[in-house]
């Protein structure tokens, strides 16, 4: 993968330090939101430097002093709007009854109807195309959680991304699955081909993972995180797999869609039981942190959601930074 154009100062800034082998300058930076187009790519790339990385910048730059400092420059505001916009007071009940209660007070899949019923072939190649921008690394986010839980959590948090990655069969994995898909839209299915192309809004959606996942600090968050996707996968993904098969997709191309319906309804009882109701076991000061997680999770999903509801009914309605 290259590096993508840049966006603004920002990106600029990252990209030049990178390409160019020298060292990444950065300054302050305002308070921003998911749909700063510049805050987002800079920080997808810096994120992307620890996972598979660009073939024109030297693996090496992945711990260089300088990109983790703006990195953490860009963090700043990032995590700024997240805390005043996700954070919520956690109560007295058994956290997955907190996340049960968070996940059905949402207002719900609006998306996943629209793509079922009305969606044009070109919007649901649209929507996957988006999409594959993390689909296409499914679980590697969450994968770094394993090393920092122990016991019932860890136990959990393995049986989940085990499904994943298919039971260790390459065909069966959900990045792979989701590769059919691409390639039955006639989508270039090479990772991160589409981060030129995709909104801030849909870094974001990458980006919020990545926060928790690098950050021992946020492992709360990412497990709630985790569990809130579970807790919402099912009726979506049946409601994309009938969409796909009205518009020609066969059993095969949509099942990466049906895999999830499957599998996802036994990933939501043992991500919040297990996976939080263990986390939160060993560490009770941590419940606060494992709802700002799953609302975080649900608040950009649904940010996403608008996002191409409003491109495909006005376009002159998208927010843009």
């Not at 994995?173 to 030129?196: C, I």
């Not at 309804?265 to 942190?289: K, S």
Request: proline residues 5%.
């Amino acid at each position: 993968m290259q590096l993508p154009p840049a966006r603004g100062p920002l990106s600029a800034r990252m990209i030049d330090g990178l390409a160019r082998g020298g060292r990444v300058i950065g300054k302050a930076v305002a308070s921003t939101d998911p749909y700063d187009e510049d805050l987002q790519l800079a920080l997808w790339i810096a994120y992307e430097l620890q996972y598979r990385g660009f073939d024109d910048v030297d693996p090496d730059r992945q711990w260089d002093p300088a990109v983790i400092a703006f990195r953490s420059r860009l963090e700043r505001p990032w995590i700024a709007w997240l805390e005043g916009n996700c954070r919520i007071t956690p109560g007295s009940r058994p956290v997955a009854v907190q996340l049960r209660a968070m996940v059905d007070g949402a207002d719900g899949p609006r998306l996943a109807p629209y793509l079922r019923r009305h969606a044009t072939r070109e919007q649901f190649r649209e929507f996957v195309l988006n999409r594959s921008v993390y689909q296409l690394k499914e679980a590697d986010p969450h994968s770094f959680g394993i090393a920092r839980l122990a016991g019932v959590a860890k136990a959990a948090l393995v049986e989940i991304e085990a499904d994943e990655y298919g039971g260790g069969r390459c065909e069966r994995m959900h990045s792979e699955l989701f590769r059919t898909t691409m390639r039955w839209l006639l989508l270039d299915d090479s990772y991160g081909h589409y981060v030129p192309d995709v909104p801030a809004v849909t870094l974001a959606l990458s980006n919020v993972m990545s926060l928790f996942a690098l950050h021992r600090r946020w492992t709360g968050a990412l497990v709630g995180h985790l569990a809130a996707l579970e807790m919402t996968s099912t009726l979506p993904n049946r409601q994309y797999a009938t969409g796909a098969i009205r518009l020609g997709a066969s059993e095969e191309q949509a099942r990466y869609f049906t895999e999830h319906v499957e599998a996802d309804a036994v990933h939501e009882q043992i991500a919040a039981h297990d996976l939080c109701g263990g986390y939160v076991q060993e560490h009770p000061e941590a419940v606060g942190d494992v709802l700002f997680g799953a609302r975080c999770a649900l608040t950009v999903d649904d940010l996403f959601a608008d996002h191409l509801l409003a491109r495909w009914s006005d376009p002159a309605s998208v927010k843009t930074a």
